[in-house]
T-cell receptor, first 114, second 113 residues
Framework: NAGVTQTPKFQVLKTGQSMTLQCAQD?????MSWYRQDPGMGLRLIHY???????DQGEVPNGYNVSRSTTEDFPLRLLSAAPSQTSVYFC?????????????FGPGTRLTVT | GDSVTQMEGPVTLSEEAFLTINCTYT??????LFWYVQYPGEGLQLLLK?????DKGSNKGFEATYRKETTSFHLEKGSVQVSDSAVYFC????????????FGSGTRLSIRP
């Protein structure tokens, strides 16, 4: 199993550009999430999905869109990049075992917006 | 809403020292509690977990006990190694956050040889 994969590893964008961060998992997990990690602020949830066709907003959803057309893929779209979106982005997938989520994280995408 | 508070870092210790990283939580109901570890340049990995009061999670010499009376889940290790240098995150799932995991802000640990 590859686990959770993310592409690209690094990306530089200019303000106003759009792009999609890719995330895929091969563990048949129903839950997937996107987080951003900023210094001193830990992980903040952007969007999450509890299954194909179902998504919901997290703590910091503005400026980002998601969709979940398959169980495996959960892309994150930046509509019009801003310097405030410079961050490290992590995708995670999880399953519920007796009511407990155990999350598996991808290696991250480091995004810089100039 | 649910939240997790952990001690500010960075924490710097000498090799073989005793480690405690404090974590307290606020949640409705009976959440599950986790510690995740992030090594430099990598994503987070689950270190240990506890799913009910008085449970003790343990892994790689680390331990944490789910204390409902003090709403705490402190991480401890008796003798740290240089390879333990990383960022540690306390997290919870459940309560009002059944579909989400709520993370603390992370504690950076550095171990001197």
């Amino acid at each position: 199993n590859a686990g959770v994969t993310q592409t690209p590893k690094f990306q530089v964008l200019k303000t106003g550009q759009s792009m999609t961060l890719q995330c895929a998992q091969d563990m048949n997990h129903e839950y997937m999430s996107w987080y951003r990690q900023d210094p001193g602020m830990g992980l903040r949830l952007i969007h999450y999905s509890v299954g194909a066709g179902i998504t919901d907003q997290g703590e910091v959803p503005n400026g980002y869109n998601v969709s979940r057309s398959t169980t495996e893929d959960f892309p994150l779209r930046l509509l019009s990049a801003a310097p405030s979106q410079t961050s490290v982005y992590f995708c995670a997938s999880s399953y519920r075992d007796e009511g407990v989520h155990e999350q598996y994280f991808g290696p991250g995408t480091r995004l810089t917006v100039t | 809403g649910d939240s997790v508070t952990q001690m500010e870092g960075p924490v710097t210790l000498s090799e073989e020292a005793f480690l405690t990283i404090n974590c307290t939580y606020t949640a409705t109901g009976y959440p599950s509690l986790f510690w995740y570890v992030q090594y430099p340049g990598e994503g987070l990995q689950l270190l240990l977990k506890a799913t009910k009061a008085d449970d003790k999670g343990s892994n790689k010499g680390f331990e944490a006990t789910y204390r409902k009376e003090t709403t705490s889940f402190h991480l401890e290790k008796g003798s740290v190694q240089v390879s333990d240098s990383a960022v540690y995150f306390c997290a919870l799932n459940g309560g009002s956050s059944a579909s989400k995991i709520i993370f603390g802000s992370g504690t950076r640990l550095s171990i001197r040889p």
